[in-house]
């Protein structure tokens, strides 16, 4: 089942974003211009994320090129360079949205500055989440 | 922690390449490990020492910290 969802997605993602780009052509006027932002802004990401899906199942590896990518996949090291990456990323990711908060608060500040801080919520809440879940698994 | 992974693949004739297929990593990992950059999971160091037929003990050498 797993597989198959794996092989079917990038296709279904490829036709929901033509479906959506279509659709936001065919209602052109008739719909609010938001609605028609939103069409077309999930029919390019799901266009993009449908075509490398597409592309990437189309690469055919010789069997010891395809071990030699699963092992890379699951090898202890590739795994705590991802997850030390991650971590990483995450600070980077939260010193940067306070840099700007700090910046919209001076500079801009009402709905933007309300906005950011959701943001930066959002990011810790996800983190804090995601120790939970994985305090629970290990 | 330090390791003989190197000094016992060069003792019997076995490249990275096999030493990492023999224990499913990739061969960057086996040069790391040698490298001393990375220290191996207990899984991982028990299927090196496995392989090469020694005790973890054998193959890694842990330094207790001197303070």
């Avoid at chain 1, 479906?19 to 077309?40: C, D, K, S, Y």
């Avoid at chain 2, 061969?27 to 037929?53: D, M, P, W």
């Amino acid at each position: 089942m797993k597989d198959f969802l794996k092989k079917t997605s990038p296709y279904v993602m490829f036709a929901a974003a033509w479906t959506l780009i279509l659709a936001a052509i065919l209602l052109g006027e008739r719909v609010p211009a938001q609605i028609n932002l939103v069409l077309f802004t999930l029919g390019g990401v799901l266009m993009g994320f449908g075509a490398v899906g597409i592309a990437l199942s189309r690469i055919r590896l010789s069997p010891e090129q395809q071990k030699e990518y699963e092992r890379g996949e699951t090898d202890e090291r590739n795994v705590a360079i991802r997850e030390k990456a991650a971590m990483s990323s995450w600070y980077w990711t939260l010193y940067m949205l306070w840099a700007v908060f700090m910046v919209i608060q001076i500079f801009v500040g009402g709905l933007w500055g309300v906005a950011i801080s959701v943001v930066i919520v959002l990011h810790c809440a996800f983190y804090m989440v995601n120790i939970h879940r994985w305090n629970k698994k290990l | 922690m330090t390791n003989r992974i190197a000094e016992l693949r060069k003792a019997r004739k076995i490249s990275q390449a096999e030493l990492a297929d023999g224990v499913d990593v990739t061969r960057q990992t086996i040069i790391s490990l040698e490298s001393g950059r990375y220290n191996a999971s207990l899984l991982l160091a028990h299927k090196i020492a496995k392989y090469f037929g020694l005790t973890i003990e054998e193959v890694f050498l842990f330094e207790e910290e001197t303070t």
